[in-house]
């Protein structure tokens, strides 16, 4: 008997999870539009920017892969640029070819950081007053170059973590830059977290 009434149940209970699938896919939203055309839109200005259809191709996967890793939501916004959804921060790619565009300027207002010197590679642009973990992002341990473009006299600090705890290693008083973080001895892809201001 109970061998009878537990078979029931699991018969009911798989009637119920196929009806219960059914009608879920029945109501599922239709492709989202907006990924099709943002993705007509990211290829069209990675042409602009002078790549070939491979090399934008091989970009977005490595936006891609980089969106999958970081750990604040975030979301595309360009061909090589992912911005937070918080408006906090964004990190632009650098996009391979010789044709494509450098934009070593940093906005008034922002502390703009790069992971190779000379404002080269991968930029990492911070927007608020906050302590910004830069393993968030990935990006700890990659600082090489920086701009503190920030309000005149904006002081930025710049931490390690070291035995549990955020020790600063030096800060920038706006405004102020440095190209090569591995003119000073142990500075140079240390850095783990910033305080923009």
Same mark, same amino acid.
């Given at each position: ?5 537990? *078979? =029931? ?13 059914? $009608?879920?896919?029945? !109501?599922?939203?239709?492709?989202? &539009? ?5 993705? *007509? ?5 990675? =042409? ?7 090399? *934008? ?10 969106? $999958? ?9 360009? @061909? ?8 906090? $921060? ?24 790069? $992971? ?5 590679? &991968? ?6 007053? =906050? ?7 990935? @990006?700890?341990?990659?600082?090489? /170059?920086?701009? !503190? &473009? ?19 290693? @030096?800060? /920038? ?25």
């Amino acid at each position: 008997m109970r061998s009878r009434t537990m *078979a =029931r149940l699991w018969v009911g209970l798989t009637a119920l999870a196929v009806s219960a699938s059914g $009608a879920l896919m029945a !109501n599922a939203a239709p492709p989202d &539009e907006r990924t099709t055309s943002q993705q *007509a839109r990211f290829a069209t200005q990675a =042409r602009s920017a002078g790549l070939t259809a491979a090399q *934008a191709k091989e970009l977005q996967r490595k936006v891609d892969d980089r969106m $999958a890793q970081i750990k604040v939501p975030v979301h595309q916004v360009s @061909f090589n640029q992912i911005m937070a959804d918080d408006g906090s $921060a964004r990190l632009t790619l650098g996009a391979p070819g010789a044709a494509a565009p450098r934009n070593i300027l940093c906005d008034d207002g922002n502390l703009c950081l790069w $992971a190779g010197d000379y404002y080269d590679h &991968e930029r990492h642009d911070l927007f608020y007053c =906050r302590l910004y973990n830069l393993a968030d992002w990935g @990006f700890n341990d990659r600082l090489t /170059s920086y701009m !503190n &473009e920030q309000s005149k006299g904006t002081r930025a600090r710049f931490y390690n973590w070291q035995g549990g705890k955020w020790v600063q290693k @030096f800060t /920038s008083v706006a405004p102020h830059q440095d190209p090569d973080l591995g003119r000073w001895q142990g500075l140079n892809n240390m850095i783990d977290a910033v305080r923009p201001c």
